[in-house]
């Protein structure tokens, strides 16, 4: 009988990976098809030759675009990104059973804005952070004993405008989450090019300023759009929407404050097609820094990090990728899975151990606008 393994985590320890290589593993799928009953896909890794496959499906969310994962793995939690009218969208916390990975809702609560489309977990796992796009705001949600959701304690409007007269006509809220230490909160936000930067009080959930730096300016129009901080708490990673960059930033954990490395295209210096990058994710050795990019040339391309966090393109990997909104990499940096938004697919990369580039593994799995995938 073979041995499943579930483990629902991006971040892996490094006991976890001395362990014996698991047959397989499981992952959570998060969709924008708001027609779907069942939106939320538990699936399964085969880690012999990366086959992926459908284990269950479950209901009691709305296009639940974007997943987060308590510390302990126990609870999961989704946006229900709809984009009403009313400030009443919302987010859902659900319980795991972590022997099948099955889940049971738990309830739900008002997102603090419009169009939700981030979500990530505290450290402590004591407290949800909820970036709202459509509305320009963050929220902070105490999270119960019982893994339910409380009302907001905290909601920030963002404010201000980019450039972009089309995209950043106000704040756009893309990405919220704690640093590592859980000290600092940072929201990308696309509207205003800024990473705003703040200090996270863990006893009432409060947000306030950075004092050393409320706020970190990208290059104006660029649309910051989400980051990934590297294992070692020194460097973050983030992609830029609008002008297609990714920046190597260095990260100074005692004082949460942010500085440029380098900045460099997603593509080919030469590419002058429409380029709209979306997720970034980074290896679990640390090495390797990749980014997705949607448009003309649909795409995951993969960075070499340096020893002083400064990044280098190696590889623009598009076979058999279509508007890639989301990929993960499993916690044994084995395999790299593409959600394909427009493409209605999973899609499976072998990661080279040696240079982390990317090659087809020939498995694919046929899911509605898959748009988060979470181990």
């Not at 990728?321 to 072998?350: E, T």
Request: proline share 7%; hydrophobic share 35%; net charge negative.
């Amino acid at each position: 009988m073979r041995s499943i393994l579930f483990i629902p985590l991006i971040l892996v320890s490094c006991q976890c990976r001395r362990a014996e290589l698991p047959d397989r593993i499981r992952f959570y799928v998060g969709t924008s098809d708001g027609s779907l009953q069942k939106p939320i896909v538990l699936c399964e890794l085969r880690m012999s030759d990366g086959h992926v496959s459908v284990v269950d499906s479950f209901g009691g969310a709305r296009s639940p675009s974007y997943l987060a994962l308590s510390p302990d793995r126990k609870y999961l939690y989704v946006v229900n990104e709809e984009y009403s009218d009313v400030n009443d969208d919302s987010v859902t916390a659900f319980s795991i059973d972590i022997s099948t990975g099955n889940l049971k809702l738990i309830n739900s609560q008002p997102s603090g804005g419009t169009g939700p489309c981030h979500l990530s977990v505290h450290p402590s796992g004591h407290f949800l952070f909820t970036a709202n796009y459509g509305s320009g705001t963050i929220a902070a949600h105490p999270l119960n004993n019982d893994g339910s959701l409380a009302s907001p304690c905290e909601v920030i409007q963002h404010a201000g405008k980019g450039p972009d007269t089309a995209r950043q006509e106000a704040a756009h809220a893309h990405f919220i989450t704690a640093d590592p230490r859980g000290k600092y909160v940072l929201a990308v936000d696309l509207g205003i090019d800024k990473i705003m930067n703040y200090l996270f009080d863990q006893a009432s959930g409060h947000l306030s300023p950075n004092p050393g730096q409320p706020f970190f300016s990208t290059a104006p129009g660029a649309g910051p759009r989400h980051l990934a901080f590297h294992p070692s708490g020194k460097y973050l990673y983030l992609v830029n929407e609008l002008n297609g960059n990714l920046t190597a930033c260095s990260y100074d954990p005692e004082h949460g404050i942010i500085k440029e490395i380098n900045t460099l295209s997603t593509l080919e210096e030469d590419f002058t097609g429409h380029n709209y990058p979306a997720a970034v994710r980074m290896h679990p050795g640390g090495r390797i820094v990749y980014a997705s990019n949607r448009g003309d040339r649909n795409s995951v391309s993969v960075f070499r990090i340096s020893d002083n966090g400064a990044v280098e393109r190696i590889q623009v990997q598009d076979q058999n990728i279509n508007w890639p909104r989301d990929f993960n990499i499993d916690p044994y940096g084995k395999f790299l899975l593409v959600a394909n938004q427009q493409g209605n697919s999973i899609v499976v990369f072998r990661i080279d151990a040696g240079s982390g580039k990317l090659a087809p593994a020939g498995q694919q799995l046929l899911i509605s606008q898959p748009t988060c995938i979470i181990f």
